[in-house]
């Protein structure tokens, strides 16, 4: 059986960043054929020493192995001069550069846009940063939290006089990957037509705020305050009711019924007569809590089947076990499963597209610090003396690829 081809399939993506959003981008590349090289420090990445949840893995902790799927290995000293050279030798040989260092610290490296340019016209370069390659913030940590907070999304959920709530999962990170991701493509059909590289800006805080382009509108051209109810409706640019509500057993979360529809669904008879769309806005916390009152009254399954069956849009509030065992999920094929060589079997989620003709596949799982230094430089054309002499002076580093348990 031919093996399909995948979109990426003969481009090369050299990822010099760290943590999660730069790596998140380059994996997406990865899942898509690209040949992403991982060029890492001598001891290894930082995220392999800090495992979101405490979740070590055997020889790779569970947040880097989410992250490097797809990539491969090179461990080298960006500090030492003969390091900086084996890196422009790769990048010679490459299509996207991707990077997420301080600002400054590229230029100091000599792996700034212009220098690398100068060695590969043809290269898409990538530098993400939290808040601008320059400005009054350039200095800032750009960490996910942080740029939750200033983002303004904060203050969009919840009661007012209660403290903001931060979202469930490392948004700032994942969108900005996304965004890098799409910028990656866009560049490359642009080199595609033209020839030309050029480089690519992607920060965070940009990301974040662009995300936010409906409300944000409400609120420049409509004018609309960004004012909190003193009930947790889920969103302050939503007609009430529309939030998270407690059941007997549980949660379901509600959004966009008709008050009079639902009124005989729940047994309120105060919402007979009533119009969404005016009083829905006019009378936010009082629709909140009557309807809270209702629904306190009998389990999540019970309301979720009463309101679909009559058109309300309502739907359970999922834990992680849930989500893993949905059957929508499972018919999705959301989640993936592979075999690694150190951490034993993984289930970890998939890719959020599907291609046809060219689909996303695992190739290989996250790699060990090094594991592909000598495959990459031989490939590049230095010899077995030269990578050996460079082994003996810390210059690079190599660790030999695992055995499968089963194949030992």
Same mark, same amino acid.
């Given at each position: 059986?031919?093996?399909?081809?995948?979109?990426?399939?003969?481009?090369?993506?050299?990822?010099?960043?760290?943590?999660?959003? !730069?790596?998140?981008?380059?994996?997406?590349?990865?899942?898509? /054929?690209?040949?992403?090289?991982?060029?890492?420090?001598?001891?290894?990445? %930082?995220?392999?020493?800090?495992?979101?949840? !405490?979740?070590?893995?055997?020889?790779?902790?569970?947040?880097?192995?989410? #992250?490097?799927?797809?990539?491969?290995?090179?461990?080298?000293?960006?500090?030492?001069?003969?390091?900086?050279?084996?890196?422009?030798?790769?990048?010679?040989?490459?299509?996207?550069?991707?990077?997420?260092?301080?600002?400054?610290?590229?230029?100091?490296?000599?792996?700034?846009?212009?220098? #690398?340019?100068?060695?590969?016209?043809?290269?898409?370069?990538?530098?993400?940063?939290?808040?601008?390659?320059?400005?009054?913030?350039r200095d800032r940590p750009g960490q996910d939290l942080l740029l939750?907070?200033?983002?303004?999304?904060?203050?969009?959920?919840?009661?007012? /006089?209660?403290?903001?709530?931060?979202?469930?999962?490392?948004?700032?990170?994942?969108?900005?990957?996304?965004?890098?991701?799409?910028?990656?493509?866009?560049?490359?059909?642009?080199?595609?037509?033209?020839?030309?590289?050029?480089?690519?800006?992607?920060?965070?805080?940009?990301?974040?705020?662009?995300?936010?382009?409906?409300?944000?509108?409400?609120?420049?051209?409509?004018? @609309?305050?960004?004012?909190?109810?003193?009930?947790?409706?889920?969103?302050?640019?939503?007609?009430?009711?529309?939030?998270?509500?407690?059941?007997?057993?549980?949660?379901?979360?509600?959004?966009?019924?008709?008050?009079?529809? #639902?009124?005989?669904?729940?047994?309120?008879?105060?919402?007979?007569?009533?119009?969404?769309?005016?009083? /829905? %806005?006019?009378?936010?916390?009082?629709?909140?809590?009557?309807?809270?009152?209702?629904?306190?009254?009998?389990?999540?399954?019970? %309301?979720?089947?009463? #309101?679909?069956?009559?058109?309300? %849009?309502?739907?359970? @509030?999922?834990?992680?076990?849930?989500l893993v065992d949905d059957p929508q999920i499972i018919h999705n094929?959301?989640?993936?499963?592979?075999?690694?060589?150190?951490?034993?079997?993984?289930?970890?989620?998939?890719?959020?597209?599907?291609?046809?003709?060219?689909?996303?596949?695992?190739?290989?799982?996250?790699?060990?610090? !090094?594991?592909?230094?000598?495959?990459?430089?031989?490939?590049?054309?230095?010899?077995?003396?030269?990578?050996?002499?460079?082994?003996?002076?810390a210059v690079i580093a190599e660790t030999p690829a695992a055995v499968?348990?089963?194949?030992?």
């Open positions: 059986m031919t093996t399909p081809s995948r979109i990426l399939d003969g481009y090369r993506v050299v990822d010099c960043s760290i943590a999660m959003a !730069g790596p998140f981008a380059a994996q997406r590349l990865g899942d898509l /054929g690209a040949d992403v090289i991982k060029v890492e420090p001598t001891a290894g990445e %930082w995220q392999r020493f800090a495992a979101a949840g !405490g979740a070590q893995g055997n020889r790779i902790n569970v947040s880097f192995l989410s #992250l490097n799927r797809n990539k491969r290995s090179l461990a080298v000293d960006l500090k030492s001069d003969e390091g900086k050279d084996v890196v422009r030798e790769l990048v010679r040989t490459a299509d996207v550069f991707i990077q997420n260092y301080r600002p400054g610290v590229a230029a100091r490296l000599g792996l700034d846009y212009e220098t #690398l340019s100068a060695l590969n016209p043809s290269l898409v370069y990538v530098s993400m940063s939290g808040y601008g390659e320059d400005g009054p913030y939750q907070a200033m983002s303004g999304a904060m203050l969009s959920a919840g009661r007012a /006089g209660e403290p903001p709530t931060p979202a469930g999962q490392y948004l700032a990170d994942a969108v900005t990957a996304s965004t890098a991701f799409e910028a990656v493509l866009a560049a490359l059909l642009h080199r595609e037509r033209t020839g030309e590289g050029q480089l690519v800006t992607v920060n965070m805080l940009d990301a974040l705020t662009t995300l936010q382009m409906q409300e944000l509108s409400v609120h420049t051209v409509g004018g @609309v305050p960004q004012q909190r109810g003193s009930e947790p409706n889920a969103h302050v640019y939503i007609r009430a009711p529309y939030g998270v509500f407690a059941t007997s057993d549980g949660y379901i979360a509600l959004a966009f019924a008709d008050l009079a529809v #639902l009124g005989e669904a729940i047994g309120e008879p105060s919402f007979a007569g009533l119009d969404a769309e005016e009083h /829905g %806005w006019t009378h936010r916390d009082e629709l909140y809590a009557k309807t809270a009152a209702r629904l306190a009254g009998d389990t999540s399954a019970h %309301w979720i089947d009463t #309101l679909l069956g009559v058109g309300i %849009w309502a739907g359970p @509030v999922y834990g992680y076990a849930d094929g959301t989640f993936v499963e592979y075999d690694h060589p150190t951490e034993g079997h993984i289930k970890t989620p998939g890719f959020p597209y599907r291609f046809h003709k060219t689909p996303a596949s695992i190739e290989r799982g996250a790699p060990l610090v !090094g594991e592909h230094t000598r495959e990459i430089l031989a490939e590049l054309g230095f010899t077995g003396e030269t990578i050996d002499g460079m082994l003996e002076h499968p348990a089963e194949a030992s």
